[in-house]
């Protein structure tokens, strides 16, 4: 870890992060620790009448005040963020006009700033006469002697463990009196934060064989046959094993029990070791190893230019576009190997690991070892492991979502982006309000790392960039279906011929696929047809076929829950969340209405609140309701559902997707968690419900979004040999998205979209920063609103920014949250970030700057 030269170190520069106040303040190092403090440390200091954590940012020469106190204690020798990570904290910082101090304690895990304990062990010299086989003290007292014989059994020890060994044993008085005999050490460190660290229990065999066999001896003269039967059998095993065996693997192999052991413990055979386990999420994944494949030619094309960044320490970041199934994934792993080949680290960022199983597998089987897998479904514990194996160099690579970019990685060479235009990158519900994408760029620049970026559907703003060369541009076209063996192997399987057009040879051995093209039903000539069923003729037709060939389906929806807006087809009243004002969705298991922004939740009525019409049962279209209208269509269909309801339970993602690969069902149901990495090939047919639904949402990237999520879902149809059908239903044919989706032509999308951007002044030609403040009361935010806009159009005015724009104030269009009202200023412009960094506004303001969701 780099530090400054230890001789001049007098003062400390330390982000403190104290409730309210989140500030950089200079203390100075105490003189007989000098030499124990590094950048990057987290460390306790005095503030006010309190102590507080921060970090040491910084080793000024002169401290900004002329008194200064001194700093506590540090809490950690190895520092807990990296200087790369420190300068990046800095950058984000600034970009994003958050408190610098908030942005380091985004970059440690949960919990581990507020969690600190004392570690105990011997001391050098102590080591040293119990080599030499002296005592340590002449006359110890019984609790000295409990204590030193732990140290000496088990080495370092933290507090916490310590008191799990001494119950009840007042051990710290006894420490505090060996510490200053210089018997014993101590000094802080971090322990897990809110979990206790996981130990396994396991039988140590302590003597020697032949003692083994009489002791056995005379074991065998009392006690029933059955008992010592285990007893042997457990004494056997341990004798046979070189290393102590866990004690749930005697219990299953010997069927020997506590009793039985306490036996051997007594006759002084064996002994109980506790040893500290990391915990690992991975086990119990079935991961077979696998070779990596001679890259395709379009494929080495991508790569040889990425290699010359891997040489030349480009700084410039790699666009990958490439459509989904067009070898990206191999791309990233190659990369990955050339990293750890460097000797150098890899973080890999995803948009979440449960909907992308099959990328991380891929990665998992190809590099089993020393892989970390952070994901959503970890305890705080399992974080804390990752995070501490990283920050020691023992992982090469780490695998998550957007909070991986705070791997506190040594020696950085490689960051992935998969699937770069997603939202999920991006901090939106609290601050520091980063975006992973923009982080990942900065991060790269700082750390001299190759980044990758990689997408199906990049974002108008990441693909400008590479059109105007700030960043490189790298395309696969191409979708590679697999080898030619293999798809006769699946073609077998699935017991029907290919529709052998769609191939081409790409060289002997491999075969690329077209994209099936997508059908548009008009859905209003469905209507005039007498058709009010949410299928059309066609989608109905092509299920029931799909169906007959024991092939497999996907129906796409566009949302979530069960139906979204409720409302009475008499009066047209809608029911919406009295906190939120938001529609209120229904969910039927539960025969109830929630608030999928709040919470709240109330049954479904039965009549209209307002008319009293009966009719107010008459729902939209969500995923339950869309199974049910199919199940009546085709009573035979097995279905699944995949949604954010059907997916709360731990595990749900996996478990769904097994099952639907494993063809245990016909078709899945589900929302823009199908999208998603899936490959499966048994998919000949998806259906888009209702295309356009999302269209019509008051944000600059709407448009942007749909035509990504209608991209991303056609792409699951054909991935095999059997081809594929995609059939999107709209009520707005004629719309450039739903054109451009059904053709999968990103470039007339993003060309169109460009325009239209330039046209209205959003990203990438404006940058916008968007200003929210909240209150119970709406009058008071439309107040703040009004009080702040009309400064910054004054400030607008007299400081000369003459292409800068206000939108609003206005209710924001999730108008209500948590029973507090929302009103937003947007500011457009080529620099509106110095306006609101000289003009900060209060505290209670929220600050994002150019958000990917402005809702
Ligand atoms: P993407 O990440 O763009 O979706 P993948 O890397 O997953 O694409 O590749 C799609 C499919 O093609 C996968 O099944 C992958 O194993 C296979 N594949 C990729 N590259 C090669 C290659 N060079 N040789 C053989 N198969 C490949
Ligand atoms: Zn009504
Ligand atoms: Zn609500």
Redesign the pocket.
Same mark, same amino acid.
């Given at each position: 870890m780099p530090s400054k030269t230890q001789t001049t170190l007098n003062y400390a520069r330390i982000a403190v992060n104290v409730p309210h106040v989140q500030g950089i303040f200079d203390y100075h190092l105490p003189e007989t620790t000098k030499d124990d403090f590094r950048l990057g440390q987290l460390v306790e200091v005095p503030f006010g009448r309190q102590s507080v954590q921060g970090v040491i940012v910084d080793f000024p020469e002169k401290p900004e005040v002329t008194q200064t106190k001194a700093i506590q204690k540090i809490l950690d020798l190895t520092p807990v963020v990296t200087s790369n990570q420190i300068e990046l904290a800095h950058h984000i910082s600034r970009e994003t006009l958050s408190p610098l101090g908030l942005t380091l304690l985004a970059m440690v895990p949960a919990g581990l700033s507020v969690q600190a304990d004392t570690q105990y062990c011997l001391s050098p010299t102590s080591e040293g006469l119990i080599k030499e086989g002296q005592a340590l003290l002449s006359e110890p007292t019984p609790s000295q002697t409990r204590l030193l014989d732990l140290l000496i059994k088990r080495g370092s020890l933290r507090g916490r463990q310590i008191d799990r060994a001494l119950p009840h044993k007042n051990w710290r008085r006894t420490a505090g009196g060996l510490t200053r005999r210089g018997i014993i050490k101590s000094h802080s460190t971090l322990a897990d934060p809110s979990v206790r660290p996981k130990y396994e229990r396991q039988l140590e065999f302590i003597t020697d064989q032949e003692s083994a066999r009489e002791q056995m001896d005379t074991l065998a003269k009392k006690g029933y046959p059955e008992a010592l039967a285990r007893r042997q059998a457990a004494l056997e095993l341990i004798m046979k094993e070189p290393d102590p065996v866990p004690l749930s693997v005697i219990y299953e192999q010997a069927g020997a029990n506590l009793n039985d052991l306490k036996v051997l413990i007594k006759k002084e055979l064996a002994k109980i070791i506790e040893v500290p386990v990391l915990r690992d999420p991975l086990s119990g994944l079935d991961i077979t190893p696998q070779e990596a494949?001679?890259?395709?030619p379009a494929?080495q094309g991508v790569w040889d230019s990425i290699l010359e960044g891997f040489q030349n320490g480009s700084a410039k970041p790699f666009l990958l576009h #490439?459509? @989904?199934?067009? #070898?990206? @994934?191999?791309?990233?792993?190659r990369a990955v190997e050339e990293t750890i080949a460097a000797g150098k680290k890899a973080i890999v960022m995803v948009p979440e690991i449960a909907l992308t199983p099959?990328?991380v597998t891929?990665f998992m089987s190809r590099f089993p070892d020393r892989i970390g897998v952070l994901h959503s479904e970890l305890s705080p514990g399992e974080r804390y492991d990752t995070w501490r194996l990283a920050r020691h160099g023992a992982l090469d690579i780490v695998i998550g979502p957007r909070s991986a970019i705070f791997t506190p990685f040594p020696d950085l060479g490689l960051i992935v982006v998969?699937e770069c235009h997603d939202d999920s990158y991006y901090q939106g519900d609290m601050s520091p309000h980063y975006h992973a994408l923009r982080t990942a760029i900065t991060l790269s620049a700082i750390s001299g790392s190759v980044c990758i970026l990689?997408s199906?559907t990049p974002d108008v703003t990441s693909r400008y960039q590479a059109e105007r060369g700030k960043w490189n541009y790298l395309a696969?076209p191409e979708?590679?279906?697999?080898?030619r063996e293999s798809i006769q192997v699946q073609l077998n399987q699935a017991g029907s011929g290919p529709s052998s057009s769609r191939y081409q040879d790409l060289d002997d051995n491999?075969l690329v696929a077209d994209l099936p093209s997508a059908n548009i039903i008009d859905m209003r000539t469905e209507l005039k047809a007498g058709n009010r069923s949410i299928f059309s003729r066609e989608l109905q037709e092509k299920l029931a076929s799909t169906l007959d060939k024991k092939q497999q389906a996907i129906l796409f929806l566009n949302r979530r829950g069960s139906s979204t807006y409720i409302f009475c087809r008499d009066c047209g009243y809608a029911l919406r969340c009295p906190r939120c004002e938001t529609s209120l969705t229904a969910h039927f298991a539960e025969k109830e209405l929630r608030c999928h922004l709040c919470g709240y939740r109330r049954n479904i009525p039965h009549t209209c609140p307002k008319c009293g019409s009966q009719r107010i049962r008459h729902l939209g279209t969500g995923t339950q309701q869309v199974e049910s209208a199919l199940k009546e269509l085709l009573p035979n269909v097995r279905t699944l559902r995949w949604d954010r309801d059907t997916t709360r339970k731990k595990g749900a993602h996996w478990e769904i997707m097994e099952k639907f690969s494993s063809h245990q069902a016909d078709v899945i149901i589900g929302t823009q968690m199908l999208a998603k990495?899936l490959?499966l090939p048994l998919v000949t047919l998806v259906g888009v419900v209702l295309a356009d639904s999302g269209l019509n949402l008051p944000d600059f990237r709407a448009a942007e979004r749909t035509f990504q999520v209608l991209t991303q879902v056609a792409g699951r149809a054909g991935?095999s040999p059997l081809g594929g059908e995609v059939i999107l239903q709209t009520f707005d044919p004629e719309h450039y998205i739903i054109q451009a989706a059904s053709g999968h032509d990103y470039e007339d999308f993003y060309r169109q979209e460009l325009e239209n951007r330039r046209e209205l002044g959003y990203p990438p030609f404006l940058k916008i920063i968007r200003l929210e403040i909240r209150d119970r009361n709406p009058k008071t935010a439309e107040k703040k609103a009004s009080v702040y806009a009309a400064s910054l159009k004054g400030w607008i005015e007299q400081e000369g920014y003459r292409s800068t724009r206000l939108v609003g104030p206005t209710p924001a269009y999730f108008s209500k949250i948590r029973g507090e009202w929302r009103w937003q200023i947007l500011i457009k412009g080529p620099n509106p970030l110095k306006l609101v960094r000289d003009h900060l506004p209060s505290p209670e303001w929220i600050v994002e700057v150019d958000p990917p969701v402005i809702l």
């Amino acid at each position: 870890m780099p530090s400054k030269t230890q001789t001049t170190l007098n003062y400390a520069r330390i982000a403190v992060n104290v409730p309210h106040v989140q500030g950089i303040f200079d203390y100075h190092l105490p003189e007989t620790t000098k030499d124990d403090f590094r950048l990057g440390q987290l460390v306790e200091v005095p503030f006010g009448r309190q102590s507080v954590q921060g970090v040491i940012v910084d080793f000024p020469e002169k401290p900004e005040v002329t008194q200064t106190k001194a700093i506590q204690k540090i809490l950690d020798l190895t520092p807990v963020v990296t200087s790369n990570q420190i300068e990046l904290a800095h950058h984000i910082s600034r970009e994003t006009l958050s408190p610098l101090g908030l942005t380091l304690l985004a970059m440690v895990p949960a919990g581990l700033s507020v969690q600190a304990d004392t570690q105990y062990c011997l001391s050098p010299t102590s080591e040293g006469l119990i080599k030499e086989g002296q005592a340590l003290l002449s006359e110890p007292t019984p609790s000295q002697t409990r204590l030193l014989d732990l140290l000496i059994k088990r080495g370092s020890l933290r507090g916490r463990q310590i008191d799990r060994a001494l119950p009840h044993k007042n051990w710290r008085r006894t420490a505090g009196g060996l510490t200053r005999r210089g018997i014993i050490k101590s000094h802080s460190t971090l322990a897990d934060p809110s979990v206790r660290p996981k130990y396994e229990r396991q039988l140590e065999f302590i003597t020697d064989q032949e003692s083994a066999r009489e002791q056995m001896d005379t074991l065998a003269k009392k006690g029933y046959p059955e008992a010592l039967a285990r007893r042997q059998a457990a004494l056997e095993l341990i004798m046979k094993e070189p290393d102590p065996v866990p004690l749930s693997v005697i219990y299953e192999q010997a069927g020997a029990n506590l009793n039985d052991l306490k036996v051997l413990i007594k006759k002084e055979l064996a002994k109980i070791i506790e040893v500290p386990v990391l915990r690992d999420p991975l086990s119990g994944l079935d991961i077979t190893p696998q070779e990596a494949p001679d890259l395709t030619p379009a494929q080495q094309g991508v790569w040889d230019s990425i290699l010359e960044g891997f040489q030349n320490g480009s700084a410039k970041p790699f666009l990958l576009h #490439g459509v @989904t199934g067009s #070898g990206k @994934t191999e791309i990233y792993l190659r990369a990955v190997e050339e990293t750890i080949a460097a000797g150098k680290k890899a973080i890999v960022m995803v948009p979440e690991i449960a909907l992308t199983p099959q990328t991380v597998t891929r990665f998992m089987s190809r590099f089993p070892d020393r892989i970390g897998v952070l994901h959503s479904e970890l305890s705080p514990g399992e974080r804390y492991d990752t995070w501490r194996l990283a920050r020691h160099g023992a992982l090469d690579i780490v695998i998550g979502p957007r909070s991986a970019i705070f791997t506190p990685f040594p020696d950085l060479g490689l960051i992935v982006v998969d699937e770069c235009h997603d939202d999920s990158y991006y901090q939106g519900d609290m601050s520091p309000h980063y975006h992973a994408l923009r982080t990942a760029i900065t991060l790269s620049a700082i750390s001299g790392s190759v980044c990758i970026l990689g997408s199906a559907t990049p974002d108008v703003t990441s693909r400008y960039q590479a059109e105007r060369g700030k960043w490189n541009y790298l395309a696969l076209p191409e979708r590679i279906l697999a080898h030619r063996e293999s798809i006769q192997v699946q073609l077998n399987q699935a017991g029907s011929g290919p529709s052998s057009s769609r191939y081409q040879d790409l060289d002997d051995n491999l075969l690329v696929a077209d994209l099936p093209s997508a059908n548009i039903i008009d859905m209003r000539t469905e209507l005039k047809a007498g058709n009010r069923s949410i299928f059309s003729r066609e989608l109905q037709e092509k299920l029931a076929s799909t169906l007959d060939k024991k092939q497999q389906a996907i129906l796409f929806l566009n949302r979530r829950g069960s139906s979204t807006y409720i409302f009475c087809r008499d009066c047209g009243y809608a029911l919406r969340c009295p906190r939120c004002e938001t529609s209120l969705t229904a969910h039927f298991a539960e025969k109830e209405l929630r608030c999928h922004l709040c919470g709240y939740r109330r049954n479904i009525p039965h009549t209209c609140p307002k008319c009293g019409s009966q009719r107010i049962r008459h729902l939209g279209t969500g995923t339950q309701q869309v199974e049910s209208a199919l199940k009546e269509l085709l009573p035979n269909v097995r279905t699944l559902r995949w949604d954010r309801d059907t997916t709360r339970k731990k595990g749900a993602h996996w478990e769904i997707m097994e099952k639907f690969s494993s063809h245990q069902a016909d078709v899945i149901i589900g929302t823009q968690m199908l999208a998603k990495g899936l490959d499966l090939p048994l998919v000949t047919l998806v259906g888009v419900v209702l295309a356009d639904s999302g269209l019509n949402l008051p944000d600059f990237r709407a448009a942007e979004r749909t035509f990504q999520v209608l991209t991303q879902v056609a792409g699951r149809a054909g991935r095999s040999p059997l081809g594929g059908e995609v059939i999107l239903q709209t009520f707005d044919p004629e719309h450039y998205i739903i054109q451009a989706a059904s053709g999968h032509d990103y470039e007339d999308f993003y060309r169109q979209e460009l325009e239209n951007r330039r046209e209205l002044g959003y990203p990438p030609f404006l940058k916008i920063i968007r200003l929210e403040i909240r209150d119970r009361n709406p009058k008071t935010a439309e107040k703040k609103a009004s009080v702040y806009a009309a400064s910054l159009k004054g400030w607008i005015e007299q400081e000369g920014y003459r292409s800068t724009r206000l939108v609003g104030p206005t209710p924001a269009y999730f108008s209500k949250i948590r029973g507090e009202w929302r009103w937003q200023i947007l500011i457009k412009g080529p620099n509106p970030l110095k306006l609101v960094r000289d003009h900060l506004p209060s505290p209670e303001w929220i600050v994002e700057v150019d958000p990917p969701v402005i809702l």
